[in-house]
């Protein structure tokens, strides 16, 4: 999903730090939780990376599934602020989607071992088959992302930048299938220009051939 990244980000320190900023250790989780999946990552490998013992990480967030929870709330709530950010009301709908799309490939490409992808579809998609928690959580950020699609796009209908015709709903659906399915695929190892071509074409799905666009008008 697009995500707004946390404006923290200092340096990881070393041993058990005096006192822990719950932002931060929430992020470094996440990163880790990101890196190998749910059930790859040990509370060795939490420890490690937050800079907390285990007795400071059950006392600060619970189990290893409290604190996986933990993160893909927060995933959500950063990627809320950056869809309402990125769909931005000042531009037409197809300015939005195209910024959109690229905002999101910058962050599943963004990876220090390679393209990583969404963190949700990642690794939530897994665990949801057997934990209804997570099941819970992963359908609530994807009807967000509709809704935020949604929203967008009706309003693009109801103030002339799409036929009146235009189903929001449907389109939204649309927008976000291509969301994740760019997710997944940059996982997959392809490229970004053919994603970005891809997210292109959802576009001119959405909102009809760029004006001026003869060959997508002529076939």
């Known amino acids: 999903m697009v995500q707004k990244q946390s404006q923290r980000s200092e340096p990881r320190p070393r041993g058990r730090p005096r006192a822990y900023d719950p932002e931060i250790a929430l992020q470094r989780a996440t990163e ?19 800079g907390m013992n285990r007795p400071s990480l059950y006392g ?23 869809m309402e950010e990125a ?9 939005v989607l195209r910024r959109l799309y690229r905002k999101a490939l910058a962050g599943y490409f ?8 969404c963190f949700a579809i990642g690794t939530a998609t897994t665990e949801a088959v057997r934990d ?4 819970a959580l992963l359908a609530e950020g994807f009807q967000m992302i509709d ?3 949604a929203a967008r796009i009706r309003f693009a209908r109801d103030h002339g930048d799409l036929p009146k015709g235009a189903h929001p709903a449907t389109l939204a659906m649309l927008a976000s ?3 994740h399915t760019l997710a997944i695929r940059s996982r997959a190892g392809a490229s970004r220009s053919t994603l970005e071509a891809m997210a292109d074409a959802t576009v001119h799905l959405i909102c009809g051939p760029p004006p001026g666009d003869d060959h997508d008008r002529n076939n």
């Open 32 to 50: 880790s939780f990101w890196r190998a999946g749910y059930a790859a990552t040990s509370l060795d490998d939490l420890s490690a990376a937050t």
């Open 60 to 82: 600060a967030f619970g189990d290893k599934r409290e604190l996986y929870l933990a993160a893909l709330r927060r995933y959500w709530e950063l990627s809320h602020v950056a």
């Open 87 to 95: 769909l931005a009301y000042d531009r037409t709908l197809r300015e």
């Open 110 to 117: 963004g990876g220090k071992d390679g393209p990583r992808g």
């Open 132 to 135: 209804p928690k997570i099941r």
């Open 147 to 149: 809704d935020a699609f």
């Open 177 to 179: 299938a291509t969301l």
